[in-house]
């Protein structure tokens, strides 16, 4: 692409997940079914659509449960070589009791497996940039905060 076809501004993907959390403070990851490596439930932006409503509507699809959403963790400015200029939003699902978790199921095909995880594992089980945006948004929930990241890290000041 040459100079003159680039857009005049930034064109980014929208994506949005969950942070779920078991009664011991465990995180949930998924296993999703297209890839090797572990995740949040959550997914992309559809056009027309807030990131808010789409963690809803990724969550009912991937793990067929209709948990309330809470509030924004973190918002991470994370652009990927392949596929562009990328913004990721994670959310706070809350805890989940053990009647909700009896109700998962995997009805869309996307996920085969979820367990919940010690925060302190992360680093082996997900891709650098989402341990990295996952414990910052652990730490954000435990803070009564929200969280700018660029490519899963904190700004430095000055």
């Known amino acids: 692409m040459n100079d003159l076809e680039k ?3 930034a064109q980014a993907r929208a994506a949005a997940g969950a942070l779920f959390f078991d009664e011991a403070g465990r995180i949930l990851l998924v296993r999703p079914s297209y890839k090797e490596q572990l995740d949040i439930p959550g997914g992309y932006v559809e056009p027309g659509e807030t990131p808010y409503a789409a963690c809803e509507r990724e969550v ?4 067929g449960i209709r948990p309330p959403i809470g509030r924004l963790l973190v918002a991470d400015w994370a652009p990927h070589p392949e596929e562009g200029d990328k ?29 919940f995880h010690p925060i302190e594992d992360v680093d082996g089980l997900l891709i650098e940039g989402l341990a990295r945006r996952v414990k910052a948004a652990a730490t954000a929930r435990e803070l009564g905060e929200t969280v700018y990241l660029e490519h899963g890290q904190a700004l430095r000041a000055g």
């Open 7 to 9: 857009p005049s501004f």
């Open 60 to 63: 009912g699809e991937e793990l």
């Open 87 to 115: 913004i990721l939003f994670v959310f706070d699902g809350g805890v989940l009791d053990a009647e909700t978790l009896g109700l998962i199921t995997f009805a869309d095909g996307e996920l085969t497996a979820f367990g």
